[in-house]
């Protein structure tokens, strides 16, 4: 077992951070020479599409810079940096729609630091593509000038969602979508049945954490057959406008689940922090504020995570046309959704290619506009109507 066991289907990339481990532990013992040097740089900007292991690839490439043998797994270095608590390697992971000035410079001031142990001091920014303009601004500042002992790396969908002036100051890596069966070999590593690793890494699209979720929760895996009905639901109008509300409402109610536990852990963190005992006991100053703050925080998380629960919806439901599509046209591509072979076969038989094609353009649209900051429910309904 090393780090890169995690990092799924991305041997060249595996290939190259490896180099630059073996380039960044010359340069510690001062044996570094310029072949070696060249493979080993300050910033990194790695990319590739939602589930294809960004963060991953990160926080494994972090985990090896700190070991003293380039990644073994199982040293203290290589827990510690895995299961996020070393005491040289910040990650910050947004929950919120973008990532402010004042989180950025929290980022600055811990990279100019020295490293505790003596190696690297790793910068991790999962969410790049969510900076502000203020914010990667003075992040370039930092990028710019180094100190000699620290490692950015930065994570976004693609390319082009940095800064250009960023995006030329960092080494590019980009990760691509995992292959079904890679997927599916990962999660059968983790002791998941052979049948259930298979349907939920087709399912998911190579989108490992999707795939993870939909074998091991059941709520998750329930939620998806829900969204997959929304078709067969829409038979005239009213109906397609009661299947616009009834997945929106799922998916606030998936996500008000995940959030409700999470939400009081951190009010009742925040009123120990300041001090705060019993609900009528006096609050010290600026108790009013904190909690203010965040409970706007909170609400922005909620906001962020109803727009990529919708999101992930609409990946599923355009799947599922292809599916259609590709039954219609004997295209003979394995399904991605292979238990719902009785739902494609209706709606192939129920229509033409070029009206599927029309559906898929209609929840690629509903994407679009979602994306845009459009009404859920708006959009959602508009989208029901067209798929009747």
Known sequence: MTVWNGVVGQPGVVATLQSAVAAAAARLSGAANSDSGDAMTHAWLFTGPPGSGRSVAARAFAAALQCPTGGCGVCQDCHTVLTGSHADVEVLATELLSIGVADT?????????????????????????????????????????????????????????????????????????????????????????????????????????RARRLATDPVAAQRRREVLATPSACRDVPA??????????????????????????????????LGMGGPREKQPPGAAAALKDLEARQKKRVTRAQRDGLDRALVDLAALYRDVLVRQLAAGAPPVHADCADTVAALAEGGSPELTLRRIEAVLSARTALDANAAALLTIETLTLALR
């Not at 406008?241 to 009742?268: G, H, I, M």
């Open 105 to 209: 410079r929290v980022l600055v001031r811990r990279a100019a630091l020295a490293p505790a142990g003596g190696r690297w001091q790793v910068i991790i920014c999962e969410d790049a593509d969510r900076l502000t303009d203020s914010a990667a601004n003075v992040l370039l500042k930092a990028i710019e000038e180094p100190p000699p002992r620290t490692v950015w790396i930065l994570c976004a969908p693609s390319a082009e969602d940095a800064l250009p002036t960023i995006r030329s100051r960092c080494r590019h890596l980009h990760l691509v979508t995992p292959s079904a069966r890679a997927v599916a070999g990962l999660l059968r590593a983790e002791g998941i049945a052979e049948g259930m690793a298979d349907l939920a890494a087709g399912a998911s699209q190579g989108h490992i954490g």
């Open 240 to 273: 397609a406008l009661r299947a616009a509300e009834t997945l929106l409402e799922s998916v606030k109610a998936e996500v008000a689940a995940a959030a409700e536990s999470a939400d009081a852990a951190e009010r009742e963190a925040l009123r120990a922090a």
